[in-house]
T-cell receptor, first 113, second 114 residues
């Protein structure tokens, strides 16, 4: 299996622009998690899905952030409008269930200028 | 509130030397504990986990960790470090409805000198 696939690897955008990060979980995995890594706050959970349904979005920082999982093989994290403080590495991770081994993607490095 | 503390931000060890990375947690119930490793530009990889049972758990790449409830600790150890172990190491506690809802420590950056 190719693992969790995230795109793009790097994204540079200007403040105010819309940003969409993409994730393809491992086939057969029913749980998907979005984490963010920053120097100031470290690694923190943003949202997670079970069977394509958002279960806990309490970590989503603001209404500017939204996440969707239209099917079992695809999820997006959107920021609109983006701000410089959103600059971070965004990781997607998946697991067979929410309690089994978690596999991380390589992350998307987002820079908002 | 649940939290994880990794008191060492940066550690340097010589290749072949032993290693211990410290982790303390604060959690109301029996914790699910994890150690992850992150190489530069990469995602996180699970080294080992503790859910219950034997308090000494073995992981990949020769790592082990010991759960000590009395000290609220879950320290990571390796008897002999290899240059390829240079990376950042994260301790995490999971739970609150889903094991993979992880609360991470701030990480310990390990450098290995020849």
């Amino acid at each position: 299996d190719a693992g969790v696939i995230q795109s793009p690897r790097h994204e540079v955008t200007e403040m105010g622009q819309e940003v969409t990060l993409r994730c393809k979980p491992i086939s057969g995995h029913n749980s998907l998690f979005w984490y963010r890594q920053t120097m100031m706050r470290g690694l923190e959970l943003l949202i997670y899905f079970n069977n394509n349904v958002p279960i806990d979005d309490s970590g989503m920082p603001e209404d500017r952030f939204s996440a969707k999982m239209p099917n079992a093989s695809f999820s997006t994290l959107k920021i609109q409008p983006s701000e410089p403080r959103d600059s971070a590495v965004y990781f997607c991770a998946s697991s067979r269930t929410e309690n089994e081994k978690l596999f991380f993607g390589s992350g998307t490095q987002l820079s908002v200028l | 509130a649940q939290s994880v503390t990794q008191p060492d931000i940066h550690i340097t060890v010589s290749e072949g030397a032993s290693l211990e990375l410290r982790c303390n947690y604060s959690y109301g119930a029996t914790p699910y504990l994890f150690w992850y490793v992150q190489s530069p530009g990469q995602g996180l990889q699970l080294l080992l986990k503790y859910f219950s049972g034997d308090t000494l758990v073995q992981g990949i790449k020769g790592f082990e960790a010991e759960f000590k409830r009395s000290q609220s600790s879950f320290n990571l150890r390796k008897p002999s470090v290899h240059w390829s172990d240079a990376a950042e190491y994260f301790c995490a506690v999971g739970g609150g409805g889903a094991t993979n809802k992880l609360i991470f420590g701030t990480g310990t950056l390990l450098a290995v000198q020849p």
